[in-house]
């Protein structure tokens, strides 16, 4: 029986596990591995909502064990750190607690065929002082850390009392791309309903100061300038301070230090400025990478140097044609990479050739909290975009959510689960308070 490993349970890689689970596992015609070095899955453009506290990840996550046993695929707990192509294996470094205590030991993992889907990490392009004052907004665990500081220093804004600015602090995020922008949204709504819940001497609009810093021309510099614009004027009613075309050159702990000479006082840095894929993938074991640690493939998914083992997602970069972009590294990409995936290797398994990948743009939705959601629709009409915003542009932001969830868990769980969301919400404080 052939052996199918995937390494890395994001939206691709779990969508295609589960999918090959159907496929391949249920009727035993191939063994399917997930790997992930965490137990539990979020949909990662949700995660700007976990830091801001709008959203509990412990509500909305699922359990990779739960589902490979629902999907007939097995789940592994461990993170890659290396391969082995001359005798097919991963291998994955030993899994240590919170006490420092081993849980399980180094492993590799044999394979047939391999997919890797690690996705990115925070690009903080060597910047002095980022790794260290910085919050990398790029898994929960971070969204959650961030979501503790910004709780603690309300309370201490809350402590100082009134008077005027000792109490004020700033955030300040690094990186005018969707999380970025959709981060200073929720902060500023998730402070407001924060003072409504006992802290009468913290005013989110004079004890809290929110700003962006990027270094393109704009905002949101890879989608339409027109969303821009649009994101950006309502940006500036909720007064948050934008600054573009300013190139961050240190962080410290006092704050952010621009190449123009402009500083800006911080107590919360975020870095949402720049992507890569994790370090250990540059070149590894003789596999092509680009100089973002991306594994080169073919338009079959397929690495330049190894058939036997593909990428997608984050951690690929791959060709749209002549003259073109790389698949740009956005969630429709990874599930349009998961679905043809998914048939790439049931047609491998018969002996057949491989389809090409051919990405498909359908737009892109920026949601603003409860402020707005704006964004373009792609092909929906001959030619053009169509610009959305307001409730519709909205709905289709919580639909995308909805469609992964339903890729992986089901129509009818995912209904359940909207129920309970629903349930949820009416019982519970709007925002996670701790």
């Not at 290396?82 to 919170?98: C, F, P, W």
């Not at 919580?398 to 769980?413: E, P, T």
Request: proline fraction near 4%.
């Amino acid at each position: 029986m052939q052996n199918i490993v995937i390494v890395g349970g994001g939206a691709g890689g779990l969508e295609l596990a589960v999918r090959l689970g159907k496929k391949l596992g249920k009727p035993q015609k191939a063994r399917i591995t997930l790997i992930d070095a965490a137990s539990t899955h979020v949909w990662k453009p949700l995660l700007h909502q976990v830091a801001a506290g709008t959203l509990d990840s412990h509500a909305d996550e699922l359990e990779y064990f739960a589902l490979a046993r629902k999907h007939h695929f097995e789940f592994r707990l461990g993170r890659m750190d290396g391969l082995l192509r001359a005798q097919k294996q991963v291998t994955l470094a030993a899994s240590i607690d919170e006490d420092g205590v081993e849980v399980l030991p180094r492993q590799t993992i044999a394979y047939d065929q391999l997919v890797i889907a690690l996705g990115s990490q925070t690009n903080d392009f060597g910047t002095p002082g980022a790794r260290e004052h910085c919050v990398m907004l790029d898994t929960p665990v971070a969204a959650e850390r961030f979501h503790r500081r910004l709780i603690n220093s309300c309370l201490r804004a809350q402590a100082q009392g009134k008077a005027a600015g000792e109490g004020r602090f700033t955030v300040t995020i690094i990186g005018g791309g969707a999380t970025g922008v959709e981060l200073s949204a929720e902060l500023h709504m998730t402070t407001k309903i924060l003072s409504s819940y006992g802290l009468r001497n913290f005013d989110p609009e004079k004890d809290l100061k929110i700003v962006i810093v990027d270094a393109s021309p704009r905002l949101l510099q890879a989608l339409p300038e027109r969303l821009s614009t649009a994101v950006a004027l309502e940006l500036r009613k909720l007064d948050i301070e934008i600054h573009t075309n300013e190139k961050v050159v240190e962080i410290s702990k006092e704050g952010v230090k621009m190449a123009s000479g402009t500083f800006i006082p911080s107590s919360i840095v975020v870095w949402a400025a720049g992507i890569k894929a994790p370090d250990f993938l540059k070149d590894i074991d003789g596999l092509e990478t680009n100089r973002g640690n991306q594994l080169v493939v073919q338009r079959t998914l397929q690495t330049t140097r190894d058939p036997a083992i593909f990428a997608m997602g984050d951690c690929a970069a791959c060709s749209q044609g002549e003259g073109k972009p790389l698949v740009p590294p956005r969630a429709q990409s990874a599930h349009q990479q998961a679905s043809m995936m998914a048939k790439s290797l049931v047609r491998l398994l018969q002996g057949k050739s491989l389809p090409e990948f051919t990405y498909k743009d359908y737009g892109s939705l920026v949601s603003l909290g409860d402020y707005s959601t704006i964004g373009s629709l792609m092909g929906a009409i001959a030619s053009g975009s169509v610009f959305i915003e307001g409730y519709i542009a909205k709905w289709m932001y919580w639909w995308l959510h909805k469609h992964h969830q339903i890729a992986v868990n089901g129509a009818f769980h995912t209904w359940l689960t909207t129920w309970a969301e629903t349930i949820n919400w009416a019982k519970n404080p709007r925002i996670k308070l701790h």
